[in-house]
């Protein structure tokens, strides 16, 4: 979004803070989803495992799994989607599911479905997480991709460039990409301020709250050309449809 038209939302939204004042006593939440709260398993051909974090301290690993236990078969500790510090810092309610999906020929891709509860609190800017030690944002871009029934599906686009060192004392460099869009009561944005907008737009209007998805896909430039974010496309292209089966929103507006 043009810095332009961000201020323009923020202006609109100020303006109708003002007008809603009075009568913003209660904001009831309405836990209905527009797109499915699990990410699918199979795909024509892409196979999902799940991702998940153990609890334990002591242990702390990353596991990719078949199945989603609640115990972590290597020492018994709890089992989460979400790491021991993104639980320590968000919501209570907050609800995800992550996997990593493997095409027919081998490529791979990580995907993770993040809700929102009562707190907004809950999906952030993903630009905040990306950023550490070594790791950085080299680029940003919308990247427009083709649906079914002519419809298309804008992503918010992150280069990310890694930076480490190797064993012989040499620093390399890896990059890799991270696409991610909002989608919450039948309106789809790749804008963070355009997700505030609408979220305080059913606040102040209609006095109600509704979960927002924050849908993210992540995958590696291991090759030439197009052909990463080609596999991109392609994942896309078959989870898309299998979000939006059995949504419990009616409404229908496309942003």
């Known amino acids: 979004m ?3 038209s961000a ?3 923020a202006a609109a939204l100020f303006a109708l803070t003002l007008l809603a004042m009075p009568r913003m006593t209660r904001i009831e939440f309405v836990d209905q989803p527009s797109v499915a709260t699990q990410l699918p398993d199979r795909m024509p051909s892409w196979s999902g495992r799940y991702i998940l ?3 334990n301290p002591a242990h702390g ?11 972590c ?10 790491s021991s510090f993104e639980l ?5 309610d907050t609800r995800a599911d992550k996997r990593q999906y493997t095409r027919t020929d081998g490529a791979i891709l990580q995907a993770a479905i993040v809700f929102s509860g009562r707190d907004r609190s809950s999906i952030h800017r993903p630009e905040v997480c990306l950023i550490a030690a070594g790791t950085e944002i080299v680029g940003r871009r919308i990247h427009t991709v083709s649906l079914p029934n002519q419809k298309s599906l804008d992503l918010q686009l992150l280069d990310v460039q890694q930076t480490y060192r190797l064993p012989d004392g040499r620093t390399a460099t890896a990059r890799s990409y991270f696409a991610y869009w909002f989608a919450g009561r039948g309106r789809e944005t790749a804008s963070q301020p355009a997700r505030m ?6 606040r102040i209007v209609h006095n109600r709250a509704y979960p927002w998805a924050y849908i993210s896909i992540a995958g590696a430039y291991d090759r030439p050309g ?3 974010l080609q596999r991109l496309d392609d994942l896309i292209q078959q989870i898309y449809p299998l979000l939006h089966q059995g949504a419990t929103s009616s409404a229908s507006a496309h942003e």
Not at 61 to 71: G, K, S, Y
Not at 197 to 202: I, Y
């Open 61 to 71: 690993e990353t596991l990719i799994l078949d199945e989603r236990p609640t115990v």
């Open 2 to 4: 043009k810095p332009a």
């Open 88 to 92: 320590a810092v968000l919501p209570a």
């Open 197 to 202: 907008f609408w979220m305080a737009w059913d």
């Open 7 to 9: 201020f323009f939302l």
């Open 53 to 55: 974090f153990c609890q």
């Open 226 to 228: 197009n052909e990463p």
């Open 73 to 82: 078969p290597e020492c018994g500790g709890e089992l989460n989607p979400l």
